[in-house]
């Protein structure tokens, strides 16, 4: 009854002690292990994007770069007078008359080469090409411009429209190709750094004389030649500036300029024949166009007689601008300091 006793004591004092005696080499637990690890949280949100672009990420991207980006410095400023600039002149047929002479013929030609007539038929293909040193075209009006050069050695890069290819030749010798709307913008040099800007448009009735609608004719004067021409133009009761350059790198322009043709730097862009830009004018009102001239690409255009040596990448811009005070129109072309070419 003593042992029983003496167990059930020693059982009490071992619990109330924490249990039996540790070992004098037995580490210690670290510093707070009682506690419990801490919980996990949620990551914070990503800030918002500056409420100026409506949250918008891709906005405040760019306008950032624009914020940043240096300052260019004009290194060459050129102003014409409105009257220096001639104004295109334009002919539209009746509708149930006529065409309008002395229009050009169309380049049609086989697989061989060989020019519209074919006494023996076409051979291979037909291809049509508007009149012209180079230029755009369309075939109704829901077709895309092809451009095109006449000379060989840039054809690569526009040669016309290959109307049909075949292995026997057509019994009308090709004559029901030629049938349709067709539209054309060509560019010519004449008189030195003139060039000639032509619009036509007409309907193709089986022979390479199109029946000429409506044409628009003009010779703009050179402002920085081989690089920049003028001219005037209207559109509906807008009387506008019209620069005419060769293919450049597009850069921004206004909201009332218009462009056409031109180089930008996007996934799936093709070459274009030429750039052009046209400004609206009249009091209080203006616009701007900027572009990068790359030399490489003169050689396709019409190069000045007078040689000069230019830089690879030349940055520019045109400009149109009227107060309500002013009695005519500034219209000035402006030239920044050369960059490297971005293509090397």
């Known amino acids: 009854m003593r042992n029983v006793a003496s167990f059930v004591l020693g059982a009490a004092l071992l619990s109330t002690q924490g249990g039996p005696a540790r070992a004098a080499d037995e580490p210690a637990p670290p510093p707070g292990w009682e506690a419990p690890p801490p919980l996990a949280t949620k990551p914070a949100k ?27 410095r004009v290194v060459r400023m050129i102003e014409v007078r409105i009257a220096d600039l001639p104004k295109e002149e334009v002919q539209e047929a009746p509708k149930d008359g006529p065409g309008i002479t002395g229009v050009r013929p ?19 293909e037909i291809r049509l090409m508007p009149p012209g040193q180079c230029g755009e075209f369309k075939m109704g009006k829901d077709d895309w411009p092809s451009p095109f050069y006449a000379e060989p050695e840039f054809q690569g890069m526009g040669s016309g429209r290959v109307l049909s290819r075949f292995k026997d030749k057509p019994a009308d010798k090709g004559r029901s190709l030629l049938a349709g709307p ?20 007409g309907i193709l009735q089986g022979t390479p004389d199109l029946r000429v609608t409506r044409r628009a004719r003009v010779v703009a004067v050179p402002i920085l030649p081989g690089r920049v021409n003028a001219y ?97 129109p500034r219209v000035q072309v402006f030239l920044y300091e050369p960059e490297p070419d971005i293509f090397e």
């Open 46 to 72: 990503a800030p918002k994007a500056a409420a100026c672009c409506q949250y918008d990420p891709i906005c405040c991207s760019r306008q950032t770069s624009i914020d940043q980006a240096r300052i260019r």
């Open 106 to 124: 169309l380049h049609i030609v086989d697989g061989n080469g060989r020019a519209f007539p074919f006494v023996d038929g076409p051979v291979g």
């Open 182 to 201: 067709l539209s054309y913008l060509s560019f010519d040099r004449e008189g030195g750094d003139g060039i000639v800007v032509e619009r036509v448009e």
């Open 232 to 328: 005037q133009d209207k559109q509906g009761d807008e009387a506008r500036i019209v620069f005419v350059l060769p293919e450049v790198l597009l850069g921004f322009e206004a909201k009332e300029t218009k462009v056409a043709g031109g180089f930008l730097r996007v996934r799936g862009e093709t070459t274009e024949t030429f750039t052009t830009y046209a400004i609206p004018w009249g009091p209080g009102r203006s616009g701007v166009g900027t572009f990068v001239i790359m030399s490489r690409w003169l050689r396709r255009w019409f190069p000045p007689k007078k040689q000069e040596k230019l830089p690879p990448s030349q940055p520019g811009g045109v400009a149109v601008s009227q107060t309500s005070v002013e009695p005519e």
